[in-house]
Structures are given as structure tokens and as C-alpha cells.
DNA sequence: GACTAATTCTATACTAAGTCAAAAAGTGAA
DNA sequence: TTCACTTTTTGACTTAGTATAGAATTAGTC
């Protein structure tokens, strides 16, 4: 198996046409665990693993693979955006003297009532963060 | 009753030194129903209505504010801060096209099972966006 | 392999939201 | 009124993200 095989599956499942940016960001993104990560740090992340690719780029490949369900934004900071490697519905600690996240448990944390959407609207997505500080 | 003694009260119980621009400012907020509203939004407003205030004052005003308990920033959008003036614990409705925020009744949403914050930290709050599109 | 239409990337300028800091202005206590 | 302390102002600056013309690349056809 190629070191690419994986990644470029994906994209054509995703119907996106595999470029050499796309893949190696791919490849990043989704053969290291979990992740929650900015752009600004896949950015760094990559110029370290000696792919030349420019931030311009990143952020285009970000909202590309989130439009086409690779990806999930997590809006926690109003400063910058989080995308999230795992697309299932589930919910987030945020530190917030970090700016780390981490998945919650589904048992941990329950929605119970739903609301109803508003009229002339639907109901796209619920987040719950849960805030935390030092203790 | 002067028109200002309800704001001057509010901010000598908040320990605020009560300048020109936090009284004006708190008029508008405090003055007229719940309101959700990014900085930007209420520095046009103040001017508008003739309050002479710069930008950053507005934004360190906020920021004061919600140190006092006197606002709740609240986080749906990666490029700006809402402040809502209804600081009891409460969950949102946010209508992506438009930027609006509304509250969501008590009633409407039951969260069971709080989890309990990772070692080392305190949960602050927990928030629960409803994220809206057009129907 | 050559050609070519369509897509994507790059570099850099630009935008929007928010922050910084020195000087000026204002508050409140004595 | 004075004065110590706080707050505001102004305009420069920062940060995250976007725009865009030209260059580079992909992928299908022959």
C-alpha cells in the first residue's frame, strides 16, 4: 500500500480533485489521531514537515474539506476558527487559558429537550461547549 | 427621577467608576430589553445617537462590563464577540445568515448528565449554540 | 506523450475585528 | 481647589482570514 492510498480515496469519495497540497494536508489531518487544530497551526505544522504549501492554501483546503464532511468547524473563540478531524455529532471542553479543546464523552453529556426551530428555519447543527479554567 | 440614576446605581453596585461614556453606554444596553450586540454594532449605534465615544472605549467598556457581571460575552461567530445583557444562565438560537441571536427558553432545552471537568480545571459555563440556516 | 480546458495554488496586498500605548481628559476624595 | 488615580482618545498596530491576477497543476482526449 502506497503512503498516499489512504488519503487519496478520500478525496475522490469526496469528489475533490487530489492535489499535491490536498493530500499531504489530508494526510496530516487525518492519519494522526483525532485532532482539533487552526490553520495557523496546520500551516506551521506543515512548513515543519517540509510541505511548501501557502496559508492562502490552507485555509481554502479547511473550508473545502469541511463543506465536503471531512471536516467540522468548532467555533469556541471569537478570535480564530477550530476545525474538528471527527465529524460525528459530539461536544467539547474548551480551556480556555489554552485554547485547547477535547471531545466529551457521549455518555457523559446528554441532550434531552430539543428545541424546535423558529419558523422559516432549520436546525443545522448543536454545539454544547463546556468552558473551563484552572482550577 | 433623572434619567440616568437607574444606570448610575447599576454601575456604583458594580464597583464601576461612572464616566460619561459607561453611562450612556449602559443606557443603551440596560435600557431596552435583552439584547444581543457585537461591539461594532454599538459603537454605530452611540453615535447615531450623538454619544461621542471612540471605538476602543466601547470595546474596553464591554469588556469591563462583562468583568462585573454586568454581560455575558457569548461565542457563535469565529470573527467577532456578542455581549448579551441577560446574564442568566441561558442557551441561544443563532441564525447564521443573518448574525442574529435569540434566546431559547428554559423550558425548550434539558441537558442531563453535567460531565465533570478534566483534572486540574473548573467548568466556568456551559454554552449551547442552535445553529439556524434559511428553511 | 502532447495538448488543453478547468481547477487550484501562490504571493502579497487587503480587510475586519480587536488591541496598544502615550498623552489628554475626567473623577472623586481630601 | 488640588491632586492622585482612573479612563478616554487617537491613530498606529496586530491577528486571523480573504481577495485576486498570474502561474502551476490536474485530468481527459487524441
Keep these: 500500500m502506497r503512503p498516499y492510498t489512504q488519503v487519496l480515496d478520500r478525496l475522490r469519495t469526496a469528489g475533490l480533485r487530489p492535489t499535491r497540497q490536498r493530500l499531504a494536508l489530508a494526510k496530516l489531518l487525518f492519519e494522526n489521531g483525532d485532532r482539533h487544530i487552526t490553520a495557523e497551526q496546520l500551516h506551521t505544522e506543515a512548513l515543519g514537515a517540509t510541505i511548501r504549501v501557502s496559508l492562502a492554501t490552507v485555509y481554502n ?60 428555519s432549520v436546525i443545522k447543527q448543536v454545539d454544547v461547549v463546556v468552558r473551563l479554567a484552572r482550577a
Design 61 to 120: 483546503t479547511l473550508h473545502q474539506f469541511t463543506t465536503a464532511g471531512l471536516l467540522r468547524e468548532i467555533v469556541v473563540d471569537a478570535g480564530r476558527s477550530y476545525f474538528d478531524t471527527n465529524t460525528t455529532a459530539h461536544h467539547h471542553f474548551f480551556y480556555e487559558d489554552s485554547g485547547c479543546l477535547a471531545d466529551i464523552d457521549d455518555e457523559a453529556l446528554a441532550i434531552t429537550h430539543m428545541p424546535i426551530a423558529p419558523e422559516g
